[in-house]
């Protein structure tokens, strides 16, 4: 997906968001988007957004003198998350579609990206909120923005399965769909692949092993440093995987923003959290999607 014209004033707001969460100085917020700005002149419109994180990343970091300022976010996020488990749990054994829910779930987990905007939420309230919306708007089975049915198709075919995994904290909803999904097909071979270097509240790979995503899958980095999984930056180990595995799952809006125009079929899990991005896919901001792309060309 392209960079939008109306995606450039939210990379600024996004230090101002920042700013205020690290309590930065006014000059500090400056000299960060001073080195954006300059940085917009040279990259192209072609670009996808989360490519433009990375260096505005390193700034912070050099500000901050830290590798990992969301470190502290993040383990508060995966906390937060654990503590909801067993009620998420509870909700799809209860459920007579236990997959569809865990799917839902995994997608409204994200709400949990509070971390970044510094804004305390009832996370629970939240997630029983959106899945309520969820519910009453997208019929599901027959809905192209839910696409169920070619998920179950697939998944049923499939004897390899690589998810991409997004946020901290969200990691852990991912946990239970990732669960659910080697309860119902036992065979299947689950790899889930993360980032090993930090960037923003991404998850690493060792917050997958802090929660337990290693007893579904197999954990791997896809060597990538941006906020969503721009492939000529990932590791060959990686890419061999994404290209042969048989269903490739991705979460979260920036991968998205990174692979929607992909040449293989991808399922994408996100909620639509801006007006550019939910006009692309054809929702509404706050929408839970499960969007099924295939290839452009053979």
Known sequence: MNTYL???????????SSAALFHLSDTQ??????????????TPLSASPPERA??????????LNTDDPYKEIKKE???????LYPIIEHMVEMSSNPLSLAIELSCAGNIID???????IDVEKEIRAIIAKSEKKIKKEASSLFAFDEFVSSIEKAKTLLFLA??????????????TIKQLYPALKITVALRDTPIINDALVSDA????????ATIISSGVPTPGTVLRYASKEFLDLFYSSDM?????????????EVNRDIFFLLITKCDVVARHVGSHVGDILLLNSEPTFQ
């Open 6 to 16: 109306q995606c450039i004033p939210c990379l600024f707001e996004n230090i101002v």
């Open 29 to 42: 917020a400056k000299e960060i988007m001073d080195h954006l700005g300059s940085l917009l002149k040279e």
């Open 54 to 63: 990375v260096a505005v990343q390193k700034k912070l970091c050099s500000i």
């Open 77 to 83: 996020s995966n906390d937060k998350a654990l503590e």
């Open 114 to 120: 509070y971390g970044v905007t510094g804004k305390e």
């Open 166 to 179: 997004d946020n901290a904290g969200e990691i852990v909803f991912d946990r239970l769909l990732l669960e």
């Open 209 to 216: 092993y802090d929660i337990g995503l290693d007893k579904s």
């Open 248 to 260: 490739v799952v991705s979460k979260g809006q920036g991968n998205y923003e990174a692979l929607s």
